[in-house]
């Protein structure tokens, strides 16, 4: 009868290695989990540090050229001017030629200045003359998306974020595409509209879950939706987002999935 080799008898891997290796798949597994949500918070952390800084850009603006970005009424005077009349609403000249705004106080998306119609959108010259005065390194086109007058394209006229597909509009309450009752509670003026995009009109579509929205609001805010300096839209609007559309007791819906459900509004105070 032929005995076996010891060598043969522990050819197979014993419970102690066995053991071994399930530790090792498991903090491996454990270590992937970990840098995904490492990646997830910091992605989420960069909307409220985008939006401070954009706000902070716009507030050193101000007191600069006393006039709001894409409102400035002499910006043409300051940069040049894209082209004449009604054409200086939809030239890009890939430079700092600009189109004045009408001074009014509201960063709006058609302004008629003088008598030849048309000449501006103030939402998009913002953020080009934001980049103009070296106050953001975003370049903007300053002129609508190929969709229409109200086209928001991250990284081409608005920022964009590193949340994917979504950026940031800078334009008053109610401007394009936009009613005063989806808000929570009262309208605002100029505000910083973050959310995903869609053809035709601003970044205002759901881009966050209500988990992280509500983190975002509780980070620089009260961490409601319908109070304080961050908000979103009502639950009639967005219903898996916001409770109610009652400002005072509405809650964020934590009860809702991963998916994206909420926007967020950053009110600028200008």
Request: proline share 4%; charged share 10%; glycine share 12%.
């Amino acid at each position: 009868m032929k005995v076996p080799s010891r060598h043969t008898a522990s050819a197979g891997f014993t419970l102690v290695e066995m053991s071994i290796v399930i530790v090792i798949i498991g903090l491996l597994i454990g270590g992937i989990l970990m840098g995904q949500n490492l990646f997830h918070a910091a992605h989420i952390r960069s909307v409220y540090t985008d939006a401070q800084s954009y706000i902070t850009a716009i507030g050193y603006f101000h007191d600069k050229y006393e006039s709001l970005p894409g409102d400035m009424y002499n910006a043409e005077s300051v940069w040049g001017t894209a082209a004449a009349g009604a054409a200086c609403d939809i030239t890009n000249n890939s430079d700092k030629t600009t189109c004045s705004g009408n001074g009014n106080g509201r960063i709006e998306w058609g302004v008629v200045v003088g008598a030849a119609g048309t000449e501006t959108n103030e939402m998009f010259r913002a953020w080009q003359q934001l980049n103009n005065a070296d106050m953001i390194a975003f370049k903007a086109t300053g002129i609508a998306g190929g969709a229409g007058t109200y086209d928001a394209v991250p990284g081409s006229n608005v920022p964009s974020s590193r949340i994917t597909g979504a950026g940031f509009t800078l334009v008053d309450a109610v401007g394009p595409g936009l009613n005063p009752a989806w808000f929570i509670g009262p309208t605002y003026n100029n505000a910083l509209y973050f959310g995903a995009t869609t053809p035709t009109t601003v970044t205002q579509s759901p881009a966050l879950s209500a988990a992280d929205a509500e983190s975002i609001d509780k980070k620089i805010d009260d961490g409601k939706p319908g109070t304080g300096s961050v908000v979103t839209y009502t639950n009639s609007y967005y219903p898996s987002c916001a409770s109610s559309d009652t400002a005072g007791t509405a809650t964020y819906v934590l009860s809702s999935s991963t998916s994206r459900v909420c926007n967020m509004i950053f009110i600028t105070g200008f």
